[in-house]
């Protein structure tokens, strides 16, 4: 080997090393703060630090509609659009490079699990907006059984569960004569059973089987490690 061959190898490996420990800040802002971190290349990457920060941390989560706020709504539900849009996203979530170590990787999965969750749940609410009967026949929380028995029972059942809600609702309402004319107003309305539908399906069923789903609620522990990854954090708040 030559002397000239043998200065190239050392300097490549010189610059190599260099940069594999290369040191770079990285901002990002939450609520009013705005703060800046000091880290190195061989510690973490940018895109790793991009990616838990907008995928494990505070990620978009699925958007496309799958409840209805009013009978016109019915024609934006469509499950082909949110098995896309969840197809997508899981896809991302499970190729992205993430910081190294346990917590990363554990938040990655319960991440994956949530999302899983969230589409089985979406997909069941479209279905049931069209046939109800759906809910009879997949396992189920029992402790939402009073909402299914509602929107499977028939139009009787269905009206007094919906009236049952409201009145409990008013109750701790800031305003129950505001809500109450609201009310009053779809329950006189030609479109009475659809309205009642929407109601038990949003406000009553959804937000029960929610509540059962998985959800990542720890975000402290995830900020403290995602600090972590930095030797320096500076915080400038508004």
Known sequence: ???FYTLMVILTVFIQRTTAQETYE???KDGIC????????????????????????????LSRPFLCNKPADSSLLNIELVQKEYVNKRAELLQATFPSGVFWLELQNTRLKELDQQFQLRQLAIQAFKDPQVLAKKKKDKSCDE?????TSGDKALLAAW??????????????ESLQAVFDKHWNSPEQMIWAKIEILRYGWWNCVDQSATHVTDFSAIEQQFKALFSEVREKCD
């Open 26 to 28: 990285f901002e990002w």
């Open 163 to 176: 009236k049952k809600m409201h009145e409990s609702e008013k109750l701790s309402h800031s305003d129950p």
């Open 147 to 151: 909402f299914v028995k509602a929107l």
């Open 34 to 61: 705005n703060y800046t971190g000091t880290t190195k290349t061989d510690v973490v990457s940018e895109d790793a630090l991009n990616n838990a920060l907008y995928l494990l941390w505070n990620p978009s989560g």
């Open 1 to 3: 080997m030559n002397r």
